[in-house]
């Protein structure tokens, strides 16, 4: 069976769309650390860096991007210092990826927020600026390095824990499997 050339053309395309997509991917990346580097005071250090989290010897630093219609999109970072934090538990998700939630003394962070809000319907995008005094971080495994400086340096500056915890899905296997197959089966 001879390949069509459209067929050709189609996969070269995908290849082409997928190398746009990760190429947009590494400058997205590569925008969030230079933000991140540029929030850093002079003479502090780096201790380690994973995606949106950068830890320093005195603080650790988050960064998220909110997308906004004429500008674009824009960087928003809050920093937390160790000396901050009041106390601090350890969490796992359902698949054993870890979690940090820290409490701190309240912290103001620009957030999307529903522009319109009527009763309990909610809609439209707006930024405002939320009142925050706990932050939960999320990591990729218990390897991330910016997970084993946070929960090292916690851990050496003996601020309290809090109960560890588990974000669990709702239901068990059994009802989440059941429920899918019904879904599948009606189709």
Request: charged content about 30%.
């Amino acid at each position: 069976m001879a390949i069509t050339p459209r067929l050709c053309s189609a996969s070269v395309g995908a290849n082409h769309q997928e190398s746009h997509i990760a190429r947009r991917a590494h400058q997205r990346r590569a925008q969030r650390e230079a933000f991140l580097r540029a929030q850093l005071e002079p003479g502090e250090m780096v201790v380690a860096h994973r995606d949106a989290v950068m830890v320093t010897d005195r603080r650790l630093l988050f960064a998220w991007e909110l997308h906004r219609a004429l500008e674009g999109p824009s960087w928003f970072c809050d920093a937390i210092a160790f000396e901050e934090v009041a106390r601090w538990s350890l969490g796992r998700r359902h698949d054993e990826r870890p979690l940090l939630h820290l409490d701190h003394p309240t912290h103001v962070r620009t957030e999307r927020v529903p522009a319109h809000n009527l009763l309990w319907f909610h809609w439209g995008n707006a930024e405002a600026e939320v009142v925050h005094d706990d932050v939960t971080l999320a990591f990729g495994s218990g390897r991330d390095e910016a997970f084993r400086a946070i929960f090292t340096r916690l851990q050496h500056m003996n601020i309290p824990r809090g109960k560890d915890f588990l974000v669990a899905l709702p239901g068990t296997r059994e009802e989440r499997t059941r429920g899918s197959r019904a879904y599948l089966r009606r189709l």
